[in-house]
């Protein structure tokens, strides 16, 4: 039996999943494209697994009894499932989508994991990336709304807080990635094409590394796990046999389109080193910097370079400071645009902030709380300031 989505959410739609396949790979679902971003590169070699559009009526383990004759291996990850799935969230996420017709309203799930008494969940940026609003659906069947944190795109980890702390709510124990090795067992729980509360069972497949760093100092890394991550599983967590979070479902490598026993996973000290950056850069705007010769095909300016914005997360420093997204999709320069947003020309004393400039954010700004920010909007160049100060704390400290 279908169960109606939550009535905040029956008036969205849902997209469906890309499939592109890169030259001697496999298709890999929900392919990114690649930009440069404040905060880096996005990863254009792994991709984002996709949400889905319905949740059918499950009910959550219902505290059965074990059976006598489970094996030991059985009741390991029967104790699992029911020590970590209160803290298993189900996030529904709204967004505005802009195409030739003008703007539509879409909606999105993802899964999550509460990890403090005081409401603070983890998740993957891709499953709030863009988000208008966001809601939680916790395990007492309640709908809570829920504020963005921080989010890191290249590392695919995000931070969310519900508006209202429910101590009551139970929450996960963060374990310790670098104690793990290949082969032993791991154990996933999300909402895989919108079926709630899924559980399954693998283990540690490898250890990925990439020539590429987050906020400058902490490499990328990823989990590979043949436990069963599709589609809606991403942001909820993998778990050790002692149900302590070890990673944040990210992306999957797929042929089909649907689980490979190949899926990616960020592990949790990643997580944990991005949380405790006191000195973070953290400004919420995805775009591209574009060159001289860009801006004049686009914009008809001339002017040396400058960073085109195309989104701007809600509730970020950038959009306190009045920052504006793009709202015509274009084609231009064999990729695809979001025109319409503002052209930041200077961050701080730094001119045209150039390719450089964006990568190493936090190495230029990171002693800075508040960036004058100079930008290009309606054929004026204007100046706001981004305040850092909400941002540049260690979350940490706030789990409890």
Same mark, same amino acid.
């Given at each position: ?11 969205? %739609? ?34 984002? %697994? ?20 489970? %094996? ?42 509460? $990890? ?37 795109? %290249? ?90 979070? $070890? ?151 706030? $789990?409890?």
């Amino acid at each position: 039996m279908m169960r109606e989505m939550h009535p905040k959410f029956q008036k969205y %739609t849902h997209a469906k999943p890309v499939l592109q396949g890169p030259p001697r790979l496999s298709k890999w679902i929900a392919l990114p494209q690649l930009r440069k971003t404040p905060i880096g590169l996005l990863m254009g070699v792994l991709l984002f %697994t996709c949400s889905c559009s319905y949740s059918p009526r499950v009910h959550a383990d219902e505290k059965r009894q074990m059976p006598g004759y489970l %094996t030991s291996d059985e009741i390991q990850s029967a104790k699992v499932y029911q020590e970590a799935l209160p803290a298993v969230v189900t996030i529904y996420v709204s967004h505005e989508v802009y195409q030739d017709a003008g703007s539509v309203q879409r909606g999105g799930i993802g899964s999550g994991v509460l $990890i403090s008494s005081e409401g603070h969940v983890l998740t993957a940026a891709h499953v709030v990336k863009g988000a208008e609003e966001i809601v939680v659906k916790t395990q007492d069947e309640n709908m809570r709304p829920a504020e963005l944190l921080f989010s890191e795109a %290249t590392a695919d980890i995000a931070l969310i807080k519900l508006t209202t702390p429910a101590p009551e709510l139970g929450h996960a124990e963060l374990g310790d990635s670098d104690e793990l090795v290949v082969g032993q067992a791991a154990y996933a729980i999300g909402s895989p094409y919108g079926l709630e509360n899924s559980f399954s069972a693998g283990h540690i497949s490898g250890f990925r590394s990439f020539d590429r760093y987050y906020d400058g100092a902490i490499q990328a890394k990823f989990l590979q796990t043949d436990a069963a991550i599709n589609m809606g599983n991403s942001g909820g967590p993998l778990l050790n046999s002692k149900a302590q979070v $070890i990673g944040i479902a990210s992306q999957i490598l797929s042929v089909s389109g649907g689980f490979q026993g190949i899926g990616f996973v960020v592990p949790i000290n990643t997580a944990k080193e991005l949380l405790s950056l006191k000195d973070r850069v953290w400004l919420g705007i995805e775009g591209i910097y574009l060159n001289r010769e860009g801006i004049a095909k686009l914009m008809n300016w001339d002017l040396k370079g400058g960073l085109l914005i195309e989104r701007v997360a809600k509730g970020s420093p950038a959009d306190k400071a009045g920052l504006m997204g793009g709202t015509v999709p274009s084609r231009m320069l064999g990729r695809d645009f979001l025109l319409g947003g503002d052209l930041i020309l200077e961050f701080g004393s730094q001119e045209a902030c150039d390719s450089d400039c964006l990568v190493e954010v936090n190495k230029r700004f990171g002693g800075m709380d508040k960036i004058l920010v100079k930008y290009l909007r309606g054929g004026k160049i204007q100046e706001t300031t981004i305040d850092l100060t909400s941002t540049r704390r260690n979350f940490l400290d706030e $789990i409890k």
